[in-house]
């Protein structure tokens, strides 16, 4: 059974750093594309960065673009998101996803697993 699980996120001003982490199990991460989507309320769940299978490719939406870091490591099965420069506009439920794809894909419906969701709160 493959699981995602979230850690980091919280209550932040604007202007702060968050990092995001994301621990797979129940198979070896190097067999998926992973992704970061988020979801602000009212509003659909909306790409914020994805990478290939091994790490060589990367893609990030319009407002992560910059400011956000998505990286991973297959030896320990992870996948982190690093958040610079946090704006209130960020303010939102971040979800790690996973798809037995290789490289990264900016549509919710190709990742079959997904994580708990974290929120992260950005003051102004």
């Known amino acids: 059974q493959v699981q995602l699980v979230q850690s980091g996120g919280g209550l932040v001003q604007a202007g702060d750093s968050v990092r995001l982490s994301c621990a797979v199990s129940?198979?070896?991460?190097?067999?998926?594309?992973m992704g970061w989507f988020h979801q602000a309320p009212g509003k659909e769940r909306e790409f914020v960065a994805g990478?290939?299978?091994?790490?060589?490719?990367?893609a990030y939406g319009d407002l992560a673009r910059g400011r956000f870091t998505l990286s991973r490591d297959n030896a320990k099965n992870t996948l982190t998101l690093q958040m610079n420069s946090l704006q209130p506009e960020d303010t939102a439920v971040y979800y790690c996803?996973?798809?037995?794809?290789?490289?990264?894909?900016?549509?919710?419906?190709?990742?079959?697993?997904w994580g708990q969701g974290t929120q992260v709160t950005v003051s102004s």
């Open positions: 129940g198979v070896p991460v190097s067999m998926l594309a």
């Open positions: 990478i290939s299978r091994n790490g060589a490719r990367t």
């Open positions: 996803a996973a798809a037995p794809l290789f490289a990264a894909n900016d549509l919710a419906e190709k990742y079959a697993y």
